[in-house]
């Protein structure tokens, strides 16, 4: 899997935008770029994924640069419930060997503030 | 409710002593994985099953050991217990071929006095 390069922490005014940059400037062209968060000592929650396309849901949007070596989580009205430690992780959707684990890295903290 | 259901939701056990945890995977998913997590430290994965089958392991202690049954469930079990073991440990579930994002529960915090 790719390596991903995160901010080790991050502040943003509640009812804001949070915007967090993720580099992986060796992702491959089959690994996607995923997603997830923890919120204080509860399991990590998937928000989203995406290859090279933006990509929106319920929770938040990804945006992908063309080149596809970074991209950016937007939440687009941080609440304070948001606030956890986000990750990025770039690896493949389809694992033909099954070894399909994930290794978080230390992702960014992210503290919204009221 | 995620779907993944961990048990118990804590744990307190002395030194020395053997524990097991056990996880339900969300109906469907075929693959287990179990992570570790100590006060303020990262998730560390510790090992994964597919379908009965161990398919990755980790930096999973000799005095660890886990399996996933014909159900499906996975069973983690720690023994010869040791202060350093507390933690917070998270059981998830992926569907065939891991496509989509992870499912976790949500967590079994083992002390151990």
């Known amino acids: 899997d790719a390596k991903t390069t995160q901010p080790p922490s991050m502040d943003c005014a509640e009812g804001r935008a949070a915007n967090l940059p993720c580099n992986h400037s060796t992702i491959s062209g089959n690994e996607y770029v995923y997603w997830y968060r923890q919120i204080h000592s509860q399991g990590p929650q998937y928000i989203i994924h995406?290859?090279?396309n933006n990509e929106t849901n319920e929770m938040a949007s990804l945006i992908i640069t063309e080149d596809r070596k970074s991209s950016t989580l937007i939440l687009p009205h941080a609440t304070l419930r948001d606030t956890a430690v986000y990750y990025c992780?770039?690896?493949?959707?389809?694992?033909?060997?099954?070894?399909?684990?994930?290794?978080f890295g230390k992702g960014t903290r992210l503290h919204i503030l009221p | 409710d995620s779907g993944v259901t961990q048990t118990p939701k804590h744990l307190i056990t002395a030194t020395g002593q053997r524990v097991t945890l056990r996880c339900s995977p969300r109906?469907?998913?075929?693959?287990v994985y179990w992570y570790q997590q100590s006060l303020d430290q990262g998730l560390q994965f510790l090992i994964q099953?597919?379908?009965?089958?161990e398919r990755a392991k980790g930096n999973i202690l000799e005095r660890f050991s886990a399996q996933q049954f014909p159900d499906l469930h996975s069973e983690l079990n720690l023994s010869s217990l040791e202060l350093g073991d507390s933690a917070l440990y998270f059981c998830a579930s992926s569907g065939p071929w891991g496509v989509g994002g992870y499912t976790f529960g949500s967590g079994t915090r083992l002390t151990v006095v």
């Open positions: 109906s469907g998913d075929l693959s």
């Open positions: 992780i770039a690896r493949p959707s389809v694992s033909m060997n099954r070894d399909d684990k994930i290794i």
């Open positions: 995406g290859l090279k």
């Open positions: 099953y597919y379908n009965g089958e």
